[in-house]
């Protein structure tokens, strides 16, 4: 008879591996990080920042999976540092604009490094990094999806 608490053991989880290898991933990313002065919540949001220059912070949310009260003190710690000014749209006030500034746009010359550093922590070959991508978005999109359903 199969022991109805199987089902409860830790290695029999799938959270944990995700959640401990997202832990130890960021906490390999610090130190590199650490010579941008960003935190890594930071550096995805300039990494978002980056490819769009100006955004709404509700797009910035939808694309970090991240509410508004984990983004507003991250924008303003950001903002203090130069790199973005926040501001409201011209055409709807209830929307909030971020923008690149200049030195938040040099930054990224500084953060090139950081994908090469990171993939010689990780140690993948192309392969296993696009199956692991590629599996993570998958699990994403279903939680997403299933999320969009309950609300």
């Known amino acids: 008879m199969e022991d109805k608490y199987n089902c409860l053991k830790l290695d029999n989880q799938i959270c944990f591996p995700l959640y401990a290898c997202a832990k130890e991933v960021v906490r390999a990313y610090k130190p590199y990080l650490d010579e941008l002065d960003l935190t890594y919540t930071q550096y995805i949001t300039m990494m978002v920042l980056w ?17 508004s009260g984990t983004l507003t003190p991250l924008l303003k710690k950001l903002e203090k540092k130069g790199y973005i000014v926040r501001k409201r749209s011209a055409e709807d006030e209830r929307n909030l604009i971020v923008e690149l500034t200049d030195e938040g746009f040099m930054l990224r010359e500084r953060a090139l490094k950081v994908p090469k550093q990171m993939g010689e922590c990780i140690c993948l070959d192309d392969k296993e990094l696009a199956d692991i991508y590629d599996k993570l978005y998958i699990i994403l999109d279903r939680l997403s999806s299933k999320n969009r359903a309950v609300k």
Do not use: K, Q, T
């Open 51 to 67: 490819e769009e220059r100006s955004i709404n912070v509700r797009d910035i949310g939808r694309r970090l999976y991240l509410d």
